[in-house]
Every structure is written in structure tokens, then in C-alpha cells.
């Protein structure tokens, strides 16, 4: 049996005895990673990584398939950088760990989380809780006050060094007379990038960046590929049963700590198609406290099931997106029938409409952009076509970076269809492979490589 370093409890034990769940109570962290070692020798490192949200919808399988994976993606290395040390690497996990507390409030802005430590003791504490409200290291700041001064600061992501609704939080942590700072990666905001290093450096604070680089990266996803892209990081989702057939309007389970509860929250916004729409889909997160996602409607023709909960926007806001043609005949159709116009019973209740001269995901996905989201899920059902609609186009746009399949306990569907995302039979590869269990079914997780 292949045996399994856990280089958070050093302790080192077979696969099969290794509980993510009892791990995350001893050490209360968001995240671990395991060294493995093929029997007889070492050899080379992966490292397993489990998401902290949705452990306790976990079972075995979600853990065994992390940890037998023979995937050797650079990307799931962890190493510590020169000057560092576990302790250091254990508190970015825990300031990862507050970051996540801001889940789905923060955008266009990062997920951060920051830990002052004085004499070996956590003197002050803060995450950045949403846009326009102070940054991570400013609510650290203030709880540690005289503390801070020749304390470590622990910080996911590199300090500020701009001035935008706040001030910087390199110029704070100098006038505090931190002795050391240590970020679990750089900036990729080039209003940042590096810069707030810099000013520590130069004001003599040692300064240690890529501690649990993945970890922090994985947090951010999101945030860095907007960044990085200038368009919205998108997730397509959608369900099949265990021999590949697309189910089209299957009920997804939305109760608290599910899958797709959790998908909800941590999306800016979800885009389905009108089609999908039933009187009792509400597409609403059942997290506690959590912020809902824009649910964006596409409609071709403006003919929306007003019964629907979707269009009840008492606890989450709608907007429809439909073509500026299906406007025009839905007012010649009210001026010849004398009924309100579809636009006026949705301002009605509160949902927003948007006219787009093309209906398609770019133009969705430019006005998800424009609105500051960071990230976005594609929910691929309804019966607008025979084959996967959404989920197909989004993959010929080249849009997506994440795909999740709902795999039901099921044989075939009377609901469903059983061809690919593909209409040219080719195939796309993907990467950083997971699977887990929600509920009784198989969650499967893949990047598209780039
Ligand atoms: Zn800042």
C-alpha cells in the first residue's frame, strides 16, 4: 500500500487511513496536501488537495480519487520557498481559511486573508469582507495596534500599493513597523504586481512571497483570470446519467451543503437558458448568510414562464437577456392586443431586461464583465434543443476553464439525449481532475487545458 506524508501533522499513514474529515478537525485548516511516495522508494511528490467546502458532502471517493491520482501537475506541488518554514506555510493556510468567510461578496476584488503574530501568538486578524471596504491587513492592523510593531504579518496575497477606495496596505504595514512579511503570492493586478513587495523591502521589512502559492492561486481563480483575461472566469455545469445521456430538466439537489448550493455561492452570477425554467426552480443557494448569483436568463423570443421563482427577486436579483427583435415584436404584439408588454411585467417584479442585438454567451458574458463579476456559471439544461444548447455553445466559444458533470444514479433518461459537447466528434482535453460524492451522485471536476 503507498504511504502518505501530511506535511500539515507530518505524520505519515497508509491512503485508506487518512480521513480528510478527522484531519480537518485536528487542525481546523481549509486545505492540506499530501506527499506520496510509491512503495519500495521515493518517488515523485504530488500532492492531494482537497476543497474545504465541499468536504463535508465528501465521501471516500472524493478522497481516494485525490489521492490516488496519477495526475503530476505542476500545479499541485507544494514546496516552501527559501526563508520559510512550516509554521509560516500554516498560517497562510489559515489566513486562505478567513479569506474564504468573504466567498462570493468580494468581486471584482480578491479573496484575502491576513494574521499578525507577535512572540508566537496570533495578536490580530481580518479578511477583506467585500468591494469598497477596508482590505484584509487593515482590520489585522487595528486589532493588533501596538502589537504589530516587530510582529510577522501573514497576508494570502500581496499588500496593496495603490491608491483606489482605500488606501495602501504596504504604506500601513511600514508605519506599523512590522518586522517581516510573508504573502502567499504576488499581485497579478498590474496596479500591484510586485510593487508592494517593493516598498516593504525598501523600508527594510524582510519579505517572504509564495508560501502555498497554489493554495492562494486556487482561491483567487476567479479573481486572476479576470485579471488576467479581462472576462469573467466561467464554470459550465450541467448532468448525465451513468451511460452519458444529457438530462435535460432533471431537479438538481440545492439544499444546504450540496454540490450545487455551494456552486451558487461562490458565482457572481449563473446563466441559464429560458427553456430550463419550471415553475419550482428557484436557482437560490441555500448557504447560510451567502450572497445569491445574478441568475441571467437568455431568452430568444421573450415567451418567459412568469411563474416561475426565478423571476421572484425577494431574495435574489434576475436579469433576462434577450434579442432586441423580440422587444420590438413584443411591443407590436401589446399594441395590437392591448396586454402589458413582457418588459413592463418583469420591471413589475424587479427583474432587469437587457436588449442585445446578437443573442449569445459573449454578449452574456460582456455584460457579467462590465458589472465587475469574476465569475460565472454556465447551467447547462433545458429543452431549447434535442443535445446539451448551452453547455455546446459554450464550449465552440472557447469560454470555458471549468467543466462539472452531475452524474445521476441512472441508466438512460426519458428526459435526455445522449450526444456530445462536441458536433465535430473531435475532443478536448482536461486537466487537474477531481470527483467527489454529493448526495448519492458523482460529482466529477476537470480544467480545460490551455
Ligand atoms: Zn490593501
Redesign the pocket.
Known amino acids: 500500500m503507498d504511504a502518505v506524508v501530511c506535511t500539515v501533522s507530518g505524520r505519515m499513514q497508509s491512503c485508506t487511513e487518512f480521513s480528510p474529515s478527522s484531519h480537518v478537525t485536528r487542525h481546523c485548516l481549509p486545505a492540506f496536501h499530501c506527499r506520496r511516495f510509491p512503495s519500495g522508494g521515493i518517488g515523485r511528490t504530488l500532492a492531494a488537495k482537497l476543497k474545504p467546502d465541499y468536504l463535508p458532502g465528501a465521501g471516500s471517493l472524493a478522497f481516494s480519487s485525490s489521492c490516488s491520482s496519477s495526475s503530476s501537475s505542476p500545479s499541485f506541488l507544494s514546496s516552501l520557498p527559501k526563508g520559510a518554514n512550516e509554521d509560516d506555510a500554516e498560517y497562510i493556510r489559515k489566513c486562505v481559511e478567513l479569506a474564504r468567510k468573504a466567498l462570493g461578496f468580494t468581486s471584482p476584488n480578491p479573496m484575502?486573508g491576513c494574521i499578525i503574530v507577535k512572540d508566537g501568538h496570533i495578536v490580530g486578524e481580518g479578511f477583506?469582507p467585500k468591494a469598497g471596504e477596508?482590505?484584509?491587513?487593515?482590520f489585522a492592523l487595528r486589532e493588533a495596534g501596538a502589537n504589530a510593531k516587530g510582529s510577522t504579518v501573514y497576508v494570502s496575497l500581496e499588500?496593496?500599493n495603490h491608491y483606489?477606495r482605500?488606501?495602501?496596505?504596504?504604506n500601513?504595514l511600514v508605519k506599523a513597523c512590522v518586522s517581516r512579511v510573508v504573502v502567499g503570492m504576488v499581485d497579478p493586478n498590474p496596479l500591484v504586481s510586485g510593487k508592494?513587495v517593493e516598498t516593504l523591502r525598501k523600508a527594510g521589512i524582510e519579505v517572504i512571497t509564495g508560501v502555498e502559492s497554489q493554495l492562494c492561486e486556487a482561491l483567487n481563480e476567479a479573481y486572476i483570470h479576470r485579471i488576467q483575461n479581462k472576462r469573467p472566469f466561467v464554470t459550465l455545469r450541467f448532468s448525465q446519467s451513468f451511460d452519458g445521456v444529457f438530462l435535460e430538466s432533471t431537479p438538481v439537489d440545492c439544499t444546504t451543503g450540496s454540490y450545487y448550493s455551494k456552486l451558487l455561492q461562490e458565482n457572481d452570477a449563473l446563466i441559464a437558458l429560458d427553456s430550463a425554467l419550471s415553475e419550482d426552480i428557484k436557482l437560490l443557494s441555500s448557504e447560510v448568510g451567502c450572497k445569491q448569483p445574478l441568475r441571467i436568463i437568455l431568452s430568444n423570443d421573450l415567451k418567459l414562464p412568469l411563474e416561475s421563482n426565478v423571476f421572484d427577486t425577494s431574495h435574489a436579483p434576475s436579469l433576462v437577456i434577450a434579442r432586441q427583435q423580440a422587444l420590438v415584436h413584443d411591443l407590436e404584439k401589446s399594441s395590437r392586443t392591448g396586454c402589458q408588454t413582457m418588459e413592463s411585467l418583469l420591471l413589475e417584479r424587479g427583474v432587469e431586461l437587457v436588449a442585445v442585438p446578437e443573442l449569445n454567451l459573449k454578449s452574456a458574458l460582456d455584460v457579467c464583465y462590465d458589472r465587475g463579476f469574476s465569475s460565472v456559471l454556465i447551467d447547462s439544461r433545458g429543452r431549447d434543443s434535442d443535445t446539451n444548447f448551452l453547455g455546446r455553445q459554450a464550449i465552440e466559444d472557447g469560454v470555458v476553464e471549468k467543466v462539472i458533470v452531475d452524474i445521476f444514479p441512472s441508466i438512460g433518461s426519458d428526459k435526455g439525449s445522449g450526444s456530445g459537447l462536441l458536433m465535430d466528434g473531435g475532443s478536448l482535453p482536461l486537466e487537474r481532475l477531481s470527483s467527489r460524492i454529493s448526495g448519492s451522485h458523482i460529482i466529477l471536476e476537470g480544467y480545460m487545458m490551455r
Open positions: 484575502v477583506h477596508p482590505h484584509a491587513e487593515v499588500p496593496c483606489g482605500t488606501p495602501p496596505c504596504s500601513a508592494g
